[in-house]
């Protein structure tokens, strides 16, 4: 069993930075690939970055290369996603997911432990 809490959302203005940080319960956190996803009102939640359990590999949505990274630190049972030059349309509540396996994903459905999400404004 995995919890998952995130933070670091907040109100920022187009062309900012944020950062997220996702912290796991649980002393395996290295035997997990990691996610982020967002969601809008009345959307789908949608992928956004994944890793793999070393943080070797990563892979991202088109719409948020070059200006998002994932990266973790087993150590601290903690994934982050550092995300630069932000738009409008990034605005969303963002969550972290945990998937048993040391492979990264980009099916929400390949995840099986879910944060309860954290809102990221960018104003315009």
């Known amino acids: 069993q995995v919890q998952l809490v995130e933070s670091g959302g907040g109100l920022v203005q187009a062309g900012g930075s944020l950062r997220l940080s996702c912290t796991a319960s649980g002393r395996t956190f290295s035997s997990y690939a990691m996610g982020w996803f967002r969601q809008t009102p009345g959307k789908e939640r949608e992928f956004v970055a994944t890793?793999?359990?070393?943080?070797?590999?990563?892979y991202y949505t088109d719409s948020v290369k070059g200006r998002f990274t994932i990266s973790r630190d087993n150590a601290k049972n903690a994934v982050y996603l550092q995300m630069n030059s932000l738009k409008p349309e990034d605005t969303a509540v963002y969550y972290c997911a945990a998937r048993t396996g040391t492979l990264y994903a980009i099916r929400k459905s390949h995840y099986n432990y879910w944060g309860q999400g954290t809102q990221v404004t960018v104003s315009s």
């Open positions: 890793i793999n359990w070393n943080g070797a590999s990563t």
